[in-house]
């Protein structure tokens, strides 16, 4: 059975400092991962994907993760953080063949002080 | 930029009503998902659908649910008979591949 754990439920970061989430999958083949980002009331955005390739991932709002298959996660990473990056953060994981049947983290909630 | 469209945005019904969610997924995708996530608690897939018959569905999507692609275009859930407990935020979620899914901005359902 496929699973994550976000062991972070709420991260307080201040505005300008690096911000990691972490997060730990089980699955029992190759991993799709996935970073989602949620704005109070809002939809799921993707941040990033991993399939293949390189470890390190590049997303949109200058977020990045690393997949490291030996520890099982898949981090999420800013070098700064902005006030408009306070939000909930959710890690997913799917297979080849259904990453759209993705399990999801129960997130990680982001506060931002100024 | 292209993006899942869902309506209404909010739906409110009296227990034991039915309800369509419906979806309009990006044009040409052909993998298409729901998923809820009830207040304050994680996202849950629910059901997958492709080439016009479900492909998985999950322990919560019971006799009550159902999903249809009626007229080629709209995606729909129809939940038969309301639940308090059904009250969450529904999203549907689109793909060309079975590798992605781009998700909507999701429909919040309450049940009084």
């Known amino acids: 059975a496929q699973s994550v754990t976000q062991p972070d439920i709420h991260i307080t970061v201040s505005e300008g400092a690096s911000l990691e989430l972490r997060c730990n999958y089980s699955?029992?083949?190759?991993?799709?991962l996935f970073w989602y980002v949620q704005s109070p009331g809002q939809g799921l955005q993707l941040l990033l994907k991993?399939?293949?390739?390189?470890?390190l991932v590049q997303g949109i709002k200058g977020f990045e993760a690393e997949f490291k298959r030996s520890q099982s996660s898949f981090n999420l990473r800013k070098p700064s953080v902005h006030w408009s990056d306070a939000a909930e953060y959710f890690c997913?994981?799917?297979?080849?063949?259904?990453?759209?049947?993705?399990?999801f983290g129960d997130g990680t909630t982001l506060t931002v002080k100024p | 930029e292209p993006e899942v469209t869902q309506t209404p945005s909010h739906q409110v019904t009296q227990m034991g009503q039915e309800v369509i969610l419906r979806c309009v997924p990006i044009?040409?995708?052909?993998?298409f998902y729901w998923y809820r996530q009830i207040l304050g608690q994680k996202v849950e897939f629910l059901v997958s659908?492709?080439?016009?018959?479900?492909?998985?569905k999950s322990e919560i999507f019971d006799d009550q649910f159902s999903v249809e692609r009626p007229d080629g275009s709209n995606f729909t859930l129809k939940i038969r008979s309301t639940k308090l407990e059904d009250s969450a935020m529904y999203f549907c979620?689109?793909?060309?591949?079975?590798?992605?899914?781009?998700f909507g901005q999701g429909t919040r359902l309450t049940v009084v």
């Open positions: 997913a994981v799917g297979g080849y063949t259904n990453a759209g049947k993705s399990t």
């Open positions: 699955y029992g083949a190759t991993p799709y």
């Open positions: 991993y399939f293949s390739g390189d470890t």
């Open positions: 044009s040409n995708h052909l993998y």
């Open positions: 659908f492709y080439n016009n018959e479900i492909s998985e």
């Open positions: 979620a689109t793909g060309i591949r079975p590798t992605e899914a781009f």
